[in-house]
Structure formats: structure tokens, C-alpha cells
């Protein structure tokens, strides 16, 4: 199986944020099968909270945004209008062969952040050519 997994330069990648975000779950194995403790997922590396967000990115033919899950690993968890453009910080891409004989490859994206994208600066007034 090859991956590739590569950070993404977001400055030009318009990144909309759907409102919907949702803590991961932690699951346990049991003798009835898998089930969810009903606890957060929690990343052993930092101790904080995996939290998937639905952003529609530009992915799709001619740029068009698609939706997906991205996954964020962090002690913070804004509220995101819906709708709103967002900042994904650290973006990475995972890019592997489709599963089970499938035709195509699968993607999967993580960042380290996320936040409302910053307000652009204002423009300056054009002067009157006339004065």
C-alpha cells in the first residue's frame, strides 16, 4: 500500500466551514463486539481531544469545494458559522490506493487547527482623480 502524506500550503485554498464539528468518541472491544465508552477520544501523544470538522475545501473538478471530515487534534474547539471561510492550521493530506480492490485513491486530511479565517485588510480608498 503506498501513502503519501504531505503538509498543504492553505494561503490560496478557500476552506468553508460547515458549522457541524463532533468529538471522536473512544471505542472498546468487549466480549458482545465493539462498542463506545461514551468518553472523548483522546490523543495519547498531547492529551487533548480529536474533534472532526466538516469544511467543504476546493478539491473537486475546476475547483469546486467538496465536502470533507477533517480531523483536529486540539485543547481548543471554536464555534464556526456556517458557512464562514476558516484558517486550517498545519493541513496535511493523506493520499492512499482505494480499499478493497477499488478503483482510485482515498484522502484523508488532518490539521492542527482550525479558526475563522482572519478578515482580510481593508482596502484604501481610491482618490479622486478630480481633485
Known sequence: MFEFNAPIDTGQMQAIA???GQTMERWEDGPNGRRST???????DT????RIYDVM???GRDGRHELHGVRV???EAPE???YSPVDLLGLRAKVRGARNGAKGVDVSFSADGIRPAAA???R???RDEAA
Open 38 to 44: 461514551g468518553q472523548p477520544l483522546i490523543d495519547e
Open 47 to 50: 492529551g487533548a481531544p480529536v
Open 57 to 59: 475545501l476546493p478539491t
Open 18 to 20: 460547515t458549522g457541524h
Open 124 to 126: 484604501p480608498a481610491k
Open 80 to 82: 464556526l458559522a456556517p
Open 120 to 122: 482580510p485588510a481593508p
Open 73 to 75: 487534534v486540539s485543547h
